[in-house]
């Protein structure tokens, strides 16, 4: 449990120094190019995390799943040689999907390039491949990292890197525009990408036996994670830009970019979580995943939720303060993804759960849906509400899904969240997100926030604390954590706790 915890630390520190960069640089972004420019480097992004997404062939999840297994099980060398064939395989997926993007932005897609850049279109995309096969490389290190569980080199890389990232978006939007933002996406990934060198070291070899299940599992995963990026990868960009313009895209990717500070933060806490789930589906320890899911299901609720709607409830004046006035018709389809993120704040829990047993083909079905959710809300909302429909399309489809994973996982693994304590999380957050709604709109302005945040983090605490939500799913949990903790800082931390 100790080295879990630490590793959940590390992980969430590596992550967070990623995803607090993009926010940043999303915002600093924002404010130089405008919304009909934002909405152009919008969509180059989506085309190339598209593109990233189809060419991971499974490999990410395939390194967090059978690394940890295999380690546990003492077969360092099926480790090693399993690691040495997926870094090859990941290195040529990259390499043909960078020119099968080329095809695309060179034709089809060349006409929105042009609409609203002086940059020309064949700069935007050799900037975009080179975006995508550095990309590629990098994640396929740090998701060896994640597999090995060495959440300390992944923290160190991640921080150094969101630096880098951070400053080249900068200075390259302001002195460049768009290639030059891209450029910080370039730069934030060459410190992972250039010890790829080490994983080519291992000689490539899978046991027979092995390989099979490996391959269905990579498939599985790779066709889940694409039908996912499909429903929760911003797709509505594609008919906001079809039907309203680019300067929507512009917004909408502000109000997703709010939405998702929320949203990645559950990957950020669990990026151990998968490892860890696989190391003990290996040991056959059905007891201890069940115990382990209910209680990170619950601290990271016990986060998520009253975040999302605190963010939701500020999000009229938190939008202009950190966009910028134009962007100012963003905050109410933020308002409504970050309720959507509230509610199925457990999702990332129960993902892991599913996909540590292998269970795919539920993840197929339940995303195949999703996906159909998303096309058909896509035609039948966006053309006639625009932005706003957008984000009742995204925000449907993706508490479905969420709903329907978990019900899988209750009925079929038989390991139910703890609904008491979510409702009693849930319940806390919303009176919460009530206060800092109504200071909000009472005062309006900077003040307001001022005011609002450290308000609505006591009256969360006021009315979350007589439930001893922890308390009653594990006992002994407080005093494990406060062991891990310096002692001239336990008593604080205690009183937090």
């Not at 590629?136 to 991640?158: I, P, W």
Request: one cysteine or more; hydrophobic letters at 55%.
């Amino acid at each position: 449990m100790a080295s879990f915890a630490r590793n959940t630390v590390l992980g969430f520190a590596s992550a967070a120094s990623v995803a607090l960069a993009g926010l940043i640089g999303n915002a600093i972004t924002a404010r130089i190019l405008g919304p009909d420019k934002m909405g152009t480097l919008a969509y180059v992004v989506w085309c190339v995390t598209l593109t990233g997404a189809i060419a991971t062939l499974g490999i990410n999840a395939v390194q967090q799943r059978f690394i940890p297994i295999l380690r546990s099980q003492d077969k360092d060398a099926e480790a090693e040689g399993l690691v040495g064939t997926t870094t090859r395989w990941s290195v040529v997926a990259s390499i043909v999907s960078a020119a099968a993007l080329f095809a695309y932005l060179y034709w089809p897609g060349r006409s929105v390039l042009e609409a609203h850049s002086s940059t020309s279109a064949v700069v935007l995309i050799a900037v975009a491949l080179a975006w995508l096969v550095i990309w590629r490389v990098s994640d396929t290190y740090q998701f060896y990292l994640r597999g090995e569980q060495r959440f300390g080199e992944l923290a160190r890389l991640s921080i150094a890197s969101s630096l880098i990232k951070l400053t080249v978006i900068a200075l390259g939007a302001w002195f460049f525009g768009i290639p030059g933002a891209i450029a910080g996406y370039i730069a934030g990934n060459l410190l992972p990408a250039g010890r790829i060198y080490r994983l080519l070291r291992f000689k490539p070899h899978v046991a027979p036996d092995l390989k099979q299940e490996v391959v269905r599992f990579a498939l599985q995963n790779w066709a889940v994670a694409m039908i996912g990026y499909i429903v929760f990868g911003r797709t509505e960009i594609v008919f906001l830009e079809r039907y309203t313009g680019l300067a929507a895209v512009g917004l909408f990717t502000v109000a997703v970019t709010l939405a998702d500070m929320a949203a990645q933060l559950q990957g950020l806490l669990l990026s151990a979580l998968l490892p860890r789930f696989s190391e003990q589906y290996g040991m056959g320890a059905k007891d201890q995943m069940q115990h382990l899911y209910r209680t990170t299901t619950a601290l990271l609720v016990m986060l998520i939720a009253p975040l999302s709607l605190g963010l939701a409830a500020i999000a009229p004046v938190l939008v202009t303060l950190f966009f910028g006035s134009e962007f100012a018709g963003a905050a109410s389809v933020a308002s409504v993804l970050l309720i959507a993120e509230a509610i199925s704040s457990f999702g990332v829990t129960t993902l892991f759960l599913i996909q540590s047993s292998g269970k795919a083909g539920a993840l197929l079905i339940t995303n195949g849906i999703g996906l159909v959710g998303t096309i058909g809300l896509g035609f039948l909302l966006i053309p006639r509400f625009g932005l706003m429909g957008a984000a009742y399309s995204r925000a449907i489809v993706q508490v479905s899904v969420v709903m329907m994973e978990t019900w899988y996982v209750t009925r079929r693994l038989q390991i139910a969240p703890p609904y008491r304590a979510l409702s009693a999380i849930t319940f806390a957050s919303v009176a919460a997100a009530a206060v800092a709604y109504f200071i909000v709109m009472t005062l309006g302005g900077l003040i307001s926030l001022i005011i609002a945040i450290p308000a609505a983090i006591v009256v969360y605490f006021i009315v979350l604390s007589p439930f001893s939500v922890m308390t009653k799913l594990d006992p002994e949990l407080m005093n494990r954590l406060m062991e891990r903790v310096p002692q001239r800082i336990r008593p604080i931390v205690s009183r937090i706790f």
